[in-house]
């Protein structure tokens, strides 16, 4: 297995390491806050280690967990250490209202964040319609995804299902706006009509 990245280290990003560990990847785990980010790799099974923040990082494919509000200033502080890197965006750009979406009307959290990376980077939308306790419980959840390269599509299917999730491609980055709206439903579901944080979107297929 070859080694994924993940920026933070918050609840998201604990849920997808300890995921990718049992895998049998070797993880990554990198934070502006190295006392936290050693923290959760204590916490993680052995093959998690720490890497140094603004770096290039281990993995070819590198998770972006952090909040929305953050990527930014997180992407200006890798720069060129992220070209040629596959970055998948967990981000929910909700207003903190949830009156709307913070990013620009025609575009996404994802399209906004890979105006800020290099050009070689390839930004991929995931994880971003799922709860980080409940991906932490484990089953087999379905995760939505909107990549462009069919190259990368394959490689983010690849991992998603190695980590015990159902990949299901939804179209191109454009897309992402859209999963960033479920995203942003979810959380009022979750809030209003749900009553309760532990939930799952599935697709039924018949």
Same mark, same amino acid.
């Given at each position: 297995?070859?080694?994924?990245?993940?920026?933070?280290?918050?609840?998201?990003?604990? $849920?997808?390491?300890?995921?990718?560990?049992?895998?049998?990847?070797?993880?990554?785990?990198?934070?502006?806050?190295?006392?936290?980010? !050693?923290?959760?790799?204590?916490?993680?099974?052995?093959?998690?280690?720490?890497?140094?923040?603004?770096?290039?990082?281990?993995?070819?494919?590198?998770?972006?967990?952090?909040?929305?509000? @953050?990527?930014?200033?997180?992407?200006?502080?890798?720069?060129?250490?992220?070209?040629?890197?596959? %970055? %998948?965006?967990?981000?929910?750009?909700?207003?903190?209202?949830?009156?709307?979406?913070?990013?620009? @009307?025609?575009?996404?959290?994802?399209?906004? %964040?890979? +105006?800020?990376?290099? $050009?070689? $980077?390839?930004?991929? !939308?995931?994880?971003?319609?799922?709860?980080? &306790?409940?991906?932490? +419980?484990?089953?087999?959840?379905?995760?939505?995804?909107?990549?462009?390269? $069919? !190259?990368? +599509?394959?490689?983010?299917?690849?991992?998603?299902?190695?980590?015990?999730?159902?990949?299901? &491609?939804?179209?191109?980055? &454009?897309?992402?706006?859209?999963?960033?709206?479920?995203?942003?439903?979810?959380?009022?579901?979750?809030?209003?009509?749900?009553?309760?944080?532990?939930?799952?979107? !599935?697709?039924?297929?018949?």
């Amino acid at each position: 297995m070859s080694t994924i990245s993940i920026i933070g280290s918050g609840g998201m990003a604990a $849920a997808i390491a300890g995921r990718s560990a049992k895998a049998g990847y070797t993880v990554e785990v990198i934070g502006r806050d190295m006392a936290k980010a !050693k923290a959760l790799v204590d916490k993680l099974a052995s093959g998690v280690t720490t890497g140094t923040y603004g770096a290039v990082p281990a993995g070819d494919i590198v998770i972006l967990a952090v909040p929305y509000s @953050s990527a930014a200033a997180v992407a200006a502080d890798y720069g060129a250490a992220l070209d040629g890197k596959v %970055i %998948i965006d967990i981000t929910n750009s909700a207003a903190p209202d949830l009156s709307g979406l913070l990013s620009p @009307s025609g575009s996404s959290g994802a399209q906004e %964040i890979a +105006k800020a990376l290099p $050009a070689g $980077a390839q930004v991929v !939308k995931a994880f971003n319609t799922i709860f980080g &306790h409940v991906l932490a +419980k484990g089953g087999r959840l379905d995760a939505f995804f909107a990549a462009d390269d $069919a !190259k990368v +599509k394959e490689r983010v299917s690849t991992f998603l299902e190695s980590v015990g999730l159902r990949p299901l &491609h939804v179209g191109g980055l &454009h897309m992402a706006q859209s999963l960033e709206a479920v995203g942003l439903m979810m959380i009022g579901l979750a809030k209003n009509g749900a009553g309760t944080w532990d939930f799952a979107l !599935k697709m039924d297929i018949g």
